[in-house]
């Protein structure tokens, strides 16, 4: 006998990735914070990546002075070459930006770009700019190497918090006209 999602409306809602919401969550090491991206998220719940099989289940997590817990439901070992690319991607523009400590300025972009999710066309053409991209091939080695080397592991979280409810009204509220504009960009160009 299977047990009943008591919550069922989770896979049937709208997740929203337009936008990642910055999280942190308690690490094993009970003193330490780190970063976790929110993506595909809703008012119960969202998914992220981490580098590490997370030891625990219940997730101690945060956004500013709001405090609250999820729950781990899924996990998986990604191994979409997607998801791997982007992270090699940001470890060229790591690499780049220890290197241009001398202009202070093209360092701090860089270093901007970095936190920026997604984008990897845009940042193999500011690579390409500074003289460092690699090529096709040597960008697969890349990825296969980061994928023996450094699995990612995909995680789900159901949350059911009022301080996540209000941080996700939030999101929603900031990032409205984004989703106006994709909508808006999506009808004019099904002409």
């Given at each position: 006998m299977t047990e009943e999602d008591p919550n069922p409306v989770s896979r049937n809602d709208d997740r929203h990735s337009h936008i990642g919401i910055r999280l942190q969550r308690r690490s094993h090491d009970e003193d330490k914070?780190?970063?976790?991206?929110?993506?595909?998220?809703?008012?119960?719940?969202?998914?992220?990546?981490?580098?590490?099989?997370?030891?625990?289940?219940?997730?101690?997590?945060?956004?500013?002075?709001?405090?609250?817990?999820?729950?781990?439901?899924?996990?998986?070992?990604?191994?979409?070459?997607?998801?791997?690319?982007?992270?090699?991607?940001?470890?060229?523009?790591?690499?780049?930006?220890?290197?241009?400590?001398?202009?202070?300025?093209?360092?701090?972009?860089?270093?901007?770009?970095?936190?920026?999710?997604?984008?990897?066309?845009?940042?193999?053409?500011?690579?390409t700019s500074l003289g460092a991209a690699p090529s096709e091939a040597m960008m697969a080695d890349l990825v296969a190497q980061r994928k023996l080397e450094h699995p990612m592991y995909h995680y789900g979280v159901r949350v059911q918090s009022a301080d996540w409810c209000a941080i996700v009204e939030s999101a929603l509220s900031v990032s409205s006209v984004l989703v106006s504009l994709d909508k808006l960009s999506g009808a004019l160009g099904k002409s």
């Amino acid at each position: 006998m299977t047990e009943e999602d008591p919550n069922p409306v989770s896979r049937n809602d709208d997740r929203h990735s337009h936008i990642g919401i910055r999280l942190q969550r308690r690490s094993h090491d009970e003193d330490k914070w780190e970063y976790l991206e929110a993506l595909e998220w809703n008012a119960v719940g969202f998914n992220f990546y981490h580098a590490d099989a997370l030891p625990s289940f219940a997730l101690q997590l945060r956004r500013g002075l709001r405090r609250f817990t999820g729950t781990v439901v899924w996990q998986s070992l990604n191994t979409s070459d997607d998801v791997v690319l982007a992270t090699v991607v940001n470890r060229l523009l790591y690499t780049q930006a220890k290197a241009v400590v001398n202009n202070p300025q093209l360092h701090m972009r860089l270093l901007k770009l970095l936190r920026v999710p997604g984008m990897v066309t845009e940042k193999l053409k500011v690579l390409t700019s500074l003289g460092a991209a690699p090529s096709e091939a040597m960008m697969a080695d890349l990825v296969a190497q980061r994928k023996l080397e450094h699995p990612m592991y995909h995680y789900g979280v159901r949350v059911q918090s009022a301080d996540w409810c209000a941080i996700v009204e939030s999101a929603l509220s900031v990032s409205s006209v984004l989703v106006s504009l994709d909508k808006l960009s999506g009808a004019l160009g099904k002409s």
